[in-house]
Each structure stands twice: as C-alpha cells, then as structure tokens.
C-alpha cells in the first residue's frame, strides 16, 4: 500500500447535512457508499483508521488471512471489478485483501466523501427534526436523516482481565492492532496468550523468528489444515466464466459459500465410511466443507462427536509429546461452536525445540510482571509478549459510543441484558438507524462479503422506498423486534452452538450477557425473509 493512499482525508470538512452518516470504512461501509451514491443519495464515512478495510486495516499480524476462499470473499456488485481483479492464492493473505480494499476504493473514487483517522463520539436522534446528529473527535457535527453503522463484527479488541499489563518492561502487542511496520522477533523469548484462529495463524511464523516461544493456552480450538496454495489461473478464468451461477450459490447456500447440503446424518452411515468422508474433509481444508460432512454435526452432540474425535485423532497424529498432543485437542465443546480455524503447520510447530505450550487449565495467568508473565505454577520471562486474545464481538462496536435514539433511550442500555433487533439490521427506538451484519443476523456464520451485500442492498432498498413513498422515518415495531429476538434464540437452541463458551455466546467478555449473537437459520433462508418484509411494505417496521 503507498503513503498517498494512508493520508488521512481532511477531518473537520464542511459537511454538516447528508442523507446518510456511515461508521466504518470496511467492506461494509465502502459498499454501502458507493450504493447510496449510485442511488443520488449524499453519504459521509467516517472511520478512525488512517486508510480503508477496516478489520483488514487493524489485524496485520504475521500469518492473517482470510480462511473463507478468494474465489468467495470479494465483492460480487459490479461483474467488471469481479473480472479485473486477480487473487494469486487460494486463501487471501491480508496485504492482499487489503491492496482489493484499496483498489476498491480507487475505482470508485470512494475516499472524497471517507473522512480517515476520525472516531465517532456520539450520535443522538432528533425528534423534532427527524434526523440523527452525529458528531466525532475531529469536531465534525453533522445532521443525517440515516445512520448507518458498518462497525464490523470483530473489531473491538479485547485484552486479558489479568493485572500487571502496564509494569511490564519488555514490548507488547494485540493482534488486532499490529504495528503497521511490522515486528521481528528474531532472538526473543516470546510469550503468545491465547490460541484462537489470529493465534493459530500467527503462531508457526513467530516460531521461525523466536529464540524461544511459549504459548499459554486457555481453550485449546479445532484447526484444519488451511491447504494453502497458489490459485491456478485456468481455474480462476473458468470459474470467471460462471461467476453469476457461482454467486447466485453462495447467495442461497446455508453459510454464503457454495456448498451442497448434506443428506445423511453422521450416524447411519458405517465407521468406514465417516472416516472416508472426514478425511476428505480434512484434507479439503475448508471449515464449511468439513462441518457440512453430514447433516447433524451442529445439531446432534452423538454425530459432532465423530467429527471432534477424527480431528482430535489428526492432532494426536501430528504431536509428537502425547502430554501436549492432548492439550491441544480440545473435550470441552463440539467442533464447530467456537469459531474453527484453518492453518498452515500450527500442530507441527509443537514439534520445534523452541517452542513450549503452557496448559492454562492446569496453571492459570496470575499476572504479568515487569519481566514476563506469571502463572500459579511459576514466572516466564520474556522480551515480547503477544495478546491473541480476541474481540468483543459483535455488540462491542455498537455499543462503543453513546447513541441515543426516541426518549433519550442509549443503547447500551437497551442492549443490557442482550442486543434486540428485528433481522439484525434495526433496532426498535433508534430509527432510520441500520446495522450491517448486526446481531440477529448470518453475520459471522457467513461469508460477511455475502452478508454484507445483501445488506447493503436492503437497506438501500428501504431508503429508496422511503424516498419515493414521502416517508422520513422508519423504525422497526417492538413486537416484531421481540418475535425476530425470539426466533434467533430458537433456532440457536436447535443447535450445538449454546453449549460452548464462546465469543458467538458473549462469553469471552467478563459481565456481557450470555446470549446467542448470529442468527443460524442460514444464509438463503435468512435473505428471503428479508426479501419478504421489504414486498410487504417493510412488514414490521413503522413508516411515518
Ligand atoms: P478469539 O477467537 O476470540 O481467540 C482469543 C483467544 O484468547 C482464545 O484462545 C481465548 O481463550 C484467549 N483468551 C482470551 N482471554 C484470555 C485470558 N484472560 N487468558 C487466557 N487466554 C485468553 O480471537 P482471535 O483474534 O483469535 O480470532 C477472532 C476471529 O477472527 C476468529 O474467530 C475469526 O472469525 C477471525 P478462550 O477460548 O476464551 O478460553
């Protein structure tokens, strides 16, 4: 990425009316832009990132990549930018997916109206004007009859509930917030806490630079071989040649990714035959692939249970230490309810003399000290220390700045005991405010880039009615806002997914309600319901 593209637009700009305020520069926020301005509406962004690509932007850590394939996580609104752009591997590392970001936003010359390094502080609805003012750090106030919030789903980092962090003498790091010039570790003793899916990806490369790694592992995760490799280029010019069929898949598919849904439950089929189609699965290396092997491994805990024990069986197979083989293959939750990971040699790199894993099961972090970091056991010392330790998720954006809506109702507050939204893309009380791939919908079951299309396309969708009917406000119902709440919790409850602690739960974050965050009804369905409340009218909201 080049310096011009970094510098940050001017903050402050003489914009004070539009049709539209949109927070987030991501993937979310350039399309929603580019839609809106096709559609003569005037939008700003606003963005506290110095460039766009939000996540893409902040999580530059060794090893980032996408584990959703290139041919699926790109932009399908526009069949000539589908056509020009080239993807050289089969997983997109993020430098990659970030140059897409920013080639993007050249093409439609997207950064005139992205105001760069400049966070949003509050944003209040009006009632007697019908408008949202919105106003930000770089003391911009702006009036908007829509807020759009493209604030991403991971995107407030999280660090560990444990003491010490700021007596420590050596240098440390979040994930999520990586150095832009990037760090070498070459000759360090390095601590790395957590073994999520930016730990997993991170963790074989730090162990090529570091004198020494210790991993300390609360949760050991399901990782599959990610099978990485260069895109064929035959390949990716016939998939060119079918890309509206290819998309039109992924658009009615259950996770946003073509993918055929299985018939047989992983319980009538021979032992022979499951280890068959597991170990095609496995060598796939494709998270949808391997929990769509049978049409149970979500719902059923007796079927998950062959599909946990074969990838635990792969990791005994990999791990040469039987002690740290079995710390690292997870008991605690079905495969599949805390988010699966793809990787590149992680099991193996435990094999290395110069790394060593920590069971935090067995001795817990105490805190850090000004040397290093303490558990109940003993201290390990250390140059570097890395926090892989994850994200508020999908709530945590949206609450992160006052928004006020009708009667001074903030939502945090209405938000307390758990978000409440109709579709996942409104919320009762915060009118003409939308989230994209908010809580309550696909979201991070899915393939955002999908998810945050048909999203986009809704919402604009809504304006343009709301435009053409001589409406001003449209604000979803509360019994409507109840029964979507209700239907998202059910069909959750029809899964395995609320027996993990996980982030999808709200777990991961000390005090945040534990509720089911992602609707699991499946990406297709999930869009003809949407579909259907915009042919009735925007059945469930008030239009006014
Ligand atoms: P994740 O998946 O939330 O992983 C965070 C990791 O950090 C996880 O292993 C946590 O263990 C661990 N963690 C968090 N807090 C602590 C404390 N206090 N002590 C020890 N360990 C801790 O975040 P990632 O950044 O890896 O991935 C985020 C998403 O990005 C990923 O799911 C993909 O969607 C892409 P825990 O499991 O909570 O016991």
């Known amino acids: 990425m080049t310096e011009t593209r970094e510098k940050p637009a001017p903050a402050g700009a003489a914009i004070d009316t539009v049709d539209a305020v949109i927070v987030g520069a991501g993937f979310a926020g350039m399309y929603m832009l580019h839609k809106l301005r096709q559609l003569g509406f005037t939008a700003v962004v606003y963005d506290a990132a110095a460039g766009v690509g939000g996540t893409w932007y902040w999580n530059r850590y060794p090893g980032a990549r996408c584990d959703v394939e290139s041919i699926n996580y790109s932009y399908s609104f526009d069949p000539d930018l589908e056509q020009e752009w080239e993807w050289s591997e089969r997983y997109a590392t993020q430098p990659e997916i970030l140059r897409y970001a920013n080639h993007v936003a050249d093409r439609y010359d997207l950064r005139r109206d992205i105001r760069f390094s400049t966070r949003v502080t509050a944003a209040s609805f009006d009632e007697s004007a019908q408008r949202w003012s919105i106003t930000t750090d770089q003391g911009d106030d702006v009036s908007a009859q829509y807020l759009v919030m493209a604030v991403g789903c991971l995107s407030t980092s999280k660090m560990p509930e444990i003491p010490g962090i700021d007596v420590f003498r050596g240098k440390w790091y979040h994930t999520g917030h990586w150095p832009h010039e990037g760090v070498d570790f070459t000759g360090q003793r390095l601590g790395v806490i957590g073994t999520g899916s930016s730990a997993i990806q991170s963790i074989p490369i730090f162990a090529q630079q570091a004198a020494h790694l210790t991993v300390f592992q609360r949760t050991p995760n399901f990782s599959l071989p990610a099978k990485n490799a260069p895109l064929d280029p035959d390949e990716f010019t016939a998939l060119k040649a079918r890309y509206p069929e290819h998309r039109h898949e992924a658009r009615t598919s259950a996770f946003g990714v073509p993918n055929p849904l299985p018939e047989k439950s992983a319980l009538e089929v021979s032992d022979a035959e499951r280890e068959a189609t597991y170990e095609a699965g496995f060598e796939k290396g494709s998270l949808v692939g391997m929990l769509l092997s049978y049409n149970d491994l979500i719902t059923d805990k007796a079927a998950n249970d062959t599909a946990a024990e074969y990838v635990r069986q792969r990791i005994r197979s990999i791990v040469e230490d039987p002690e740290v083989a079995e710390a690292l293959a997870p008991t605690d939750h079905p495969i599949g309810t805390k988010r699966p990971c793809l990787d590149t040699d992680y099991y193996a790199t435990y094999n290395r003399p110069n790394v060593t894993l920590v069971n935090l099961r067995k001795t817990p972090l105490v805190e850090v000290t000004e040397t290093g970091v303490r558990t109940s056991e003993r201290e390990y010392e250390f140059d570097s220390i890395v926090f892989a330790t994850g994200f508020d998720a999908m709530t945590g ?148």
């Open 397 to 544: 954006s949206l609450v992160a700045f006052d928004i006020k809506g009708r009667d001074g109702v903030m939502l945090k507050e209405k938000w307390a005991a758990g978000p409440r939204t109709y579709l996942g893309v409104a919320t009762a009380q915060f009118p003409n405010m939308f989230m994209i791939t908010g809580p309550g919908s696909p979201s991070v079951l899915s393939n955002m880039m999908i998810s945050i299309e048909q999203h986009v396309d809704w919402i604009a969708d809504a304006m343009t009615y709301m435009r053409e009917h001589g409406k001003q406000v449209i604000d979803p119902t509360l019994e409507s806002e109840d029964e979507w709440t209700e239907h998202v919790t059910e069909v959750g409850n029809t899964t395995l997914y609320p027996t993990a602690n996980s982030w999808y739960m709200g777990s991961n974050v000390a005090g945040k309600p534990r509720v089911f965050l992602p609707y699991i009804g499946g990406v297709g369905p999930y869009r003809e319901i949407c579909d259907q409340v915009a042919e009735k009218a925007y059945d469930g909201f008030d239009l006014t």
